[in-house]
């Protein structure tokens, strides 16, 4: 078990633990004794099936019963973490409860937060539909597997029937998985459309609580809105809702300054207008005379 110094990712057994430090991947499995196992009952066959020739002689017994102590404590050492954090999870939830009820004070939050996070999370289709996003819960470890649960409250809107979206992955081993996805039903032509979009969107936030997968292949370099949500979004969503807004400010156009300009040129153009005026009488007088 090696932790990863560039990245807040456990190395365990060969694969990435890509959440929170000592949280399991989607696909570490903390049972898999199937690699040692593998490597015991190769060694005791006398066999590693290459054409090495002598270089069994030359790895002694001895040496192949110490590395298979340090896999035992690997896997020993993987047990102790997920536990660990299986038990900083259940301290850590009320004040994840806490903080959800704050965040319904704040209109808008969980949209700004999706639009606002770098990663580019939101589909432009679903950008409007995401107002109505009213909470958003993350369950993490529901079992020593790293099973996981996204949970998704709708405000009143007339795009879809729901109010409620759950989406739980159970993970059985290191490579099988049972996926319920979220079900969301149109309530009129907009929402057909946004749905259609979800099911094709290669990145979506929608069409993630909707699709079988449970975060990225692992071959992509972008990681999908599962992956995300789980390494950063759900820790710390506060940064992510300021820059929304802070980008926004910056866009918007200035609505003051331009009144006074207006107002500025009139009167210059008012005052060059009674100079003329005056410059004009004062030459006709000088005419007359």
Not at 9 to 23: D, E, H, N, Q, S
Not at 222 to 242: H, T
Request: one cysteine or more; glycine letters at 8%.
């Amino acid at each position: 078990l090696k932790l990863d110094p560039k990245t807040p990712a456990l190395l365990v057994c060969g694969r990435v633990a890509m959440v929170w430090p000592f949280k399991w991947s989607a696909h570490t499995d903390v049972a898999a004794a199937s690699g040692p196992a593998a490597k015991r009952s190769r060694r005791a066959n006398g066999s590693s099936g290459g054409g090495c020739g002598g270089c069994e002689q030359r790895v002694s017994q001895e040496l192949l019963d110490v590395q298979l102590e340090l896999q035992l404590l690997d896997e020993r050492c993987a047990e102790e973490q997920i536990s660990i954090q299986q038990r900083f999870d259940q301290s850590r939830r009320p004040h994840f409860d806490h903080r959800a009820a704050l965040l319904l004070k704040v209109p808008g939050f969980w949209h700004s937060a999706l639009c606002g996070h770098p990663s580019k999370l939101v589909a432009p289709f679903e950008v409007e539909a995401l107002k109505y996003v009213a909470e958003l819960d993350l369950r993490e470890n529901l079992d020593r597997r790293g099973s996981f649960e996204v949970r998704v409250e709708l405000a009143e809107n007339p795009l879809f029937k729901e109010r409620s979206l759950l989406k739980r992955v159970t993970f059985h081993d290191a490579s099988t998985e049972k996926v319920d996805v979220a079900i969301l039903t149109a309530e009129n032509d907009l929402g057909r459309e946004i749905l259609q979009a979800a099911a094709s969107a290669e990145r979506s936030v929608l069409g993630w609580l909707l699709s079988s997968r449970s975060g990225g292949d692992g071959l992509s370099v972008q990681e999908d809105f599962g992956d995300v949500l789980r390494r950063d979004l759900w820790q710390d969503p506060v940064p992510y809702y300021l820059a929304y807004h802070d980008t926004a400010a910056a866009t918007a156009e200035p609505t003051v300054a331009a009144p006074e300009s207006e107002a500025g040129a009139e009167g210059a153009s008012g005052s060059g207008s009674a100079d003329s005026e005056g410059a004009a009488t004062e030459g006709g007088g000088a005419a007359a005379s």
